[in-house]
């Protein structure tokens, strides 16, 4: 199984919106509403930021949204802070009862 | 609020067996949630390995399946990792997790690099 496809890089300064793109199959992302999103800054653990293609969990910003078309799930980061810059990482169940990551995001505040 | 920590040997031989133990404090173990293992080589992304559940019940990675397995101790609060035949394209930072439903990991350790050397 290939990994998701997400951008290896996205931009944008302070105040303003961005969106990460995860693209994947009918068996995986477009399969079920299991889609989640982590932040990982260097050096540090993942961590959770959004599940279920749009849930976010106790103590996450409402900044971080999360949404899905078809194979296609983004995530959106409203009101950028230079606390955002990070890497994204997306990850999918799949239909063969697997899991999937995407490749990764770096997000850089300018 | 639950806290796993990773242990293990952090230099391995090649054709080696790499074992690591996580150790969750906190909560149980045995409550109704899987535990995994997810691994990210160093400036790569992250991989999953695979999730075991308290009683045992396994879900491998299929790339690794042949070369992994897990194991749960419910008496010491702690889950383990054992990746056989081991090369360098396996030196990576292991982290343990819980996971909910096998689906997402909501609680991470801090991570313990692995390096494969000869």
């Known amino acids: 199984q290939s990994a998701l496809s997400q951008p290896a890089s996205v931009s944008g300064s302070p105040g303003q919106s961005i969106t990460i793109s995860c693209t994947g199959t009918s068996g995986d992302v477009g399969f079920y509403n299991y889609v989640s999103w982590y932040q990982q800054h260097p050096g540090k653990a993942p961590q959770l930021i959004i599940y279920d293609d749009i849930n976010r969990p106790s103590g996450i910003s409402n900044r971080f949204s999360g949404s899905k078309s078809g194979n296609t799930a983004s995530l959106t980061i409203s009101r950028l802070q230079a606390e955002d810059e990070a890497d994204y990482y997306c990850s999918s169940y799949t239909s063969t009862n697997s899991v999937l990551f995407g490749g990764g995001t770096k997000l850089t505040v300018l | 609020q639950v806290q796993l920590r990773e242990s293990g040997p952090g230099l391995v031989r090649p054709s080696g067996t790499l074992s690591l133990t996580c150790t969750v404090s906190g909560g149980s173990i045995s409550g109704l949630t899987w535990w995994g293992w997810i691994r990210q080589p160093p400036g790569k992304g992250l991989e999953w390995v695979g999730f075991?559940?308290?009683?045992?019940?396994?879900n491998y990675n299929p790339s690794l399946k042949s070369r992994v397995t897990m194991s749960v101790d419910t008496s010491k609060n702690l889950f383990s990792l054992k990746l056989s035949s081991v090369t360098a394209l396996d030196t990576a930072v292991y982290y343990c997790a819980r996971s909910q439903r096998m689906i997402y990991e909501d609680h991470w350790g801090q991570g313990t690099l692995v390096t494969v050397f000869s």
């Open positions: 075991i559940y308290y009683t045992g019940s396994t």
